[in-house]
Structures are given as C-alpha cells and as structure tokens.
Nanobody, 114 residues
Framework: QVQLVESGGGLVQPGGSLRLSCVASGGIFSIAVMDWYRQAPGKQRELVATITSAGSTNYADSVKGRFTISRDNAKKTVYLQMNSLKPDDTAVYYC????????WGQGTQVTVSS
C-alpha cells in the first residue's frame, strides 16, 4: 500500500525557517517526480515545488529563492527547506508522488505568525 507521511511542520515567527520531510513507502520512489503542495484555509491546493528523479527542481514564483526541495532516494524521502517564512506561507503542506495520483498523505501544518 502506498503511503506518504509528512512531518516537520509547526508554529514559526515570520522570517523563520522549517524543514519538512515526507517519507514514502509501499511504492516506486526513485524514478518518481515528487511534488510539495500546500492548501491554506479557504483556498485551493497549490503546487509549491517539484523535483524530478534526476534532481531537477521547479518552484512556484511565490516561494522561489526561499524554499528548496531535495530528495534522498535511499531513504525514500523528499524534503522542503523553507526559509524567510511569511504569514502567507501558512497552510497544510502535502507531498505527492506523480506515479500514484490518488494517494495523499495527511499533511503537516505550517503556521507563520508572530
């Protein structure tokens, strides 16, 4: 069974940093394109960052220069390093494996507030 388990969220002050992790199990990981999405209250889920199997990355304009996506295929884990956090970054963050489009984890809550 495919599972995605996100962790690392929390409450942080504006300008702070967090590192999210997503551990994948039960499926193919090393060749998968992996994404981080987020969903703020009352808003649609949006794509934040993408990493290919070769390590190429892409970011939403709103996070470019502040967030970094990375992966460790041996650990079947994808990371999202988030720096210079803003209140607008407050959301539940989800990772996503494009090979298994129907599977989502429970997400991890990120709250940026003073």
């Amino acid at each position: 069974q495919v599972q995605l388990v996100e962790s690392g969220g929390g409450l942080v002050q504006p300008g702070g940093s967090l590192r999210l992790s997503c551990v994948a199990s039960g499926g193919i990981f090393s060749i998968a394109v992996m994404d981080w999405y987020r969903q703020a209250p009352g808003k649609q889920r949006e794509l934040v960052a993408t990493i290919t199997s070769a390590g190429s990355t892409n970011y939403a304009d709103s996070v470019k220069g502040r967030f970094t996506i990375s992966r460790d295929n041996a650990k079947k884990t994808v990371y999202l390093q988030m720096n210079s956090l803003k209140p607008d970054d407050t959301a539940v963050y989800y990772c996503y494996n494009r090979i298994y489009p129907h599977y989502w984890g429970q997400g991890t809550q990120v709250t940026v507030s003073s």
